[in-house]
């Protein structure tokens, strides 16, 4: 498991594209963010990339206020305007990249998705960057990720989140009573049992069904992307295997 992959699929945050900034992107973020994508393909693993669209529309922002399924479908829409962007910044350095959509396509920029198409993108060499989440609503680009993650047979995905690790509760809860510790290996039936929110349930389930490891790490310092992507334990990582506590 901790030896490098051949194939990965990266899920990142729409709010990381614009953390630091009033806008929605921080364009040194984003390029500090795939000049690390761009080294990782360069080691020779083929590199997919899911972002959510937080920075742009959330389907929870339009609660009670929007028909559910047309929030939910704005906030597929915004999916495309990142990919976009990442494609365009890896352009920019020389890296071969293509944005591909389940729920809009417009040829000279953005292509309908197969996993055939996706897979031969792969193999040509070209970072992939997927749009439109499942193509249906109600479902969240963490659980979008592992579906195409498992379409094109990656070996692991890796969710770079706000937190370093998945831990026990909430960090931010300064009312809990509970001790808190982080995990370095978490299984998948531990993080269900113990309603462990850091990776939304139906994607922790859609991976446990498909013995697919996630690898969750900070995005604070990017280089984690490359580490984990080359082999190294990194964050947490949730298996088929036991649970272990991170002993600091």
């Known amino acids: ?28 973020k984003v390029r500090e963010i795939c000049d690390v994508i761009s080294r990782c393909a360069k080691t020779g693993v083929q590199v997919a ?6 920075n742009i529309w959330r389907g929870r922002q ?6 559910r399924v047309r929030a939910d479908y704005m906030g597929m ?8 962007c990442i494609v365009d910044f890896l352009n920019q350095i020389d890296t071969p990249a293509v944005a ?7 040829p000279e920029y953005i292509e309908g998705y197969t996993k055939e198409k996706a897979i031969r993108h792969l193999e040509e060499g070209k970072v992939v960057v997927f749009a439109g989440g499942t193509g249906n609503p109600c479902f969240s680009t963490d659980t979008g990720a592992v579906l195409r993650a498992v379409e094109i047979e990656a070996d692991r995905v890796l969710f770079a989140k706000a937190v370093s690790h998945i831990y026990n509760r909430d960090p931010r809860d300064e009312n809990s009573t ?16 113990q309603d462990l929110t850091a990776i939304d349930t139906t994607a922790t389930a859609f991976c446990l069904a498909n013995d ?7 995005l604070d310092d990017p280089e984690n992307i490359l580490r984990a992507a080359s082999g190294e334990v990194v964050g947490t990582i949730v298996y088929g295997g036991e649970s272990k506590i991170l002993e600091e």
Request: net charge positive.
């Open 100 to 106: 591909l959509s389940a729920v809009a396509s417009q």
């Open 178 to 193: 509970l001790p808190l510790y982080k995990y370095e290996y978490l299984s998948f039936k531990d993080i269900l049992a």
């Open 62 to 67: 339009a609660e009670k206020k929007m028909d």
């Open 77 to 84: 829409f915004a999916t495309c305007i990142n990919a976009l």
């Open 49 to 54: 990339v899911v972002c959510g669209a937080g």
């Open 212 to 218: 697919l490891p996630i690898y969750v790490f900070g």
């Open 1 to 28: 498991m901790n030896k490098q992959p051949k194939r990965i699929l990266l899920k990142i945050s729409g709010e990381a594209l614009a953390k630091g900034s009033d806008f929605t992107f921080n364009f040194d």
